[in-house]
């Protein structure tokens, strides 16, 4: 029992510096709400600012046709997003099948290397490629598949479709690394015995590693609806130009936009306090609508 208690102090000492990150930069800035009740200018001492209740608020309701199209590239951002939550699960099964090591872990590895790239080097590594004077261009025209250069990153028809297939790109190794977890605390005696019974490498796919890794997907993809409204900042922002800014101006860019640039700091934090009530409660509607399809919820 000591050796027992002794291994969880141990586990609980390591999670640590992690539970104090969390705290500092995810709990204490939410006492910056308060700002969303006040007409808050920087310099000017709270107790001296006047108090204006839900103004805000209510602003946010009744000025909705300035939010109508941010929430609309919002959205289906996000649902294209959610279209494409299970390729890592795929891509995982894909590694898992691999037998050649060097190849598996060759594969795995620069799927995995774009997570840890910052979007401004992502940004200048796919301006070279794909701008008017860019590689791309330049090989079109020079076989002859394109009769003038074509501005990818600039045209609004496909800015949808661009930015969700670099998100998959940038995301798609790092997510398949959990669903790796799963398949490896899978029972390997599952896949001896159907193999025993003539199963074959789809039957094994389809019979025992996808009824696996389902209650991981569940997981993440309630977490997923639940940040439907959150598609990150960094990527709009460094992506953002007047050709595409009526299909990249996201929710997260727009209190960006509101707060810092406009100086219109309380109706920002209006805006991200809407935000999160909104997501706090598409997790439990997922959670609940999981709960009655599967029987199974995180919560």
Not at 190 to 199: M, N, S
Not at 271 to 283: H, M, N
Request: overall charge positive; some cysteine.
């Amino acid at each position: 029992m000591a050796r027992r208690l002794n291994q969880r102090w141990y586990l609980l000492l390591l999670a640590t510096p992690f539970i104090i990150i969390t705290f500092l930069f995810y709990y204490i800035p939410l006492f910056g709400w308060i700002f969303a009740f006040y007409e808050y200018k920087p310099g000017i001492p709270l107790s001296e600012t006047p108090f204006v209740g839900l103004r805000y608020f209510v602003m946010t309701v009744t000025e909705w046709k300035q939010l109508r199209n941010v929430l609309v590239n919002t959205l289906v951002l996000s649902f294209l997003g959610l279209l494409l939550t299970p390729l890592p699960m795929f891509f995982a099964i894909f590694l898992q099948e691999i037998r050649w090591s060097f190849f598996k872990k060759a594969v795995q590895t620069f799927t995995t290397l774009p997570n840890f790239i910052s979007w401004i080097i992502v940004f200048g590594i796919f301006f070279s490629i794909f701008s008017i004077e860019g590689l791309f261009n330049q090989l079109m025209l020079r076989w002859g598949l394109l009769e003038e250069p074509t501005n990818v990153l600039g045209n609004p028809e496909i800015a949808w479709y661009v930015q969700t297939a670099l998100s998959l790109w940038k995301s798609l190794g790092w997510g398949s690394i959990i669903y790796l977890a799963a398949i490896s605390g899978i029972d390997m005696h599952l896949y001896e015995a159907a193999r025993v019974d003539g199963a074959g490498r789809w039957r094994c796919i389809w019979h025992i590693t996808l009824p696996g890794l389902a209650p991981t997907y569940l997981v993440l993809l309630i977490l997923q609806i639940s940040m439907i409204l959150s598609n990150g900042f960094e990527q709009y922002f460094v992506f953002y130009n007047p050709l595409v800014a009526p299909k990249l101006e996201v929710l997260d860019y727009y209190v960006y936009k509101i707060g810092i640039l406009g100086r219109s700091y309380s109706y920002s934090v209006a805006l991200g306090i809407w935000k999160t009530v909104i997501s706090i409660t598409l997790l439990f509607l997922a959670n609940a609508a999981a709960r009655r399809i599967r029987g199974q919820s995180i919560i």
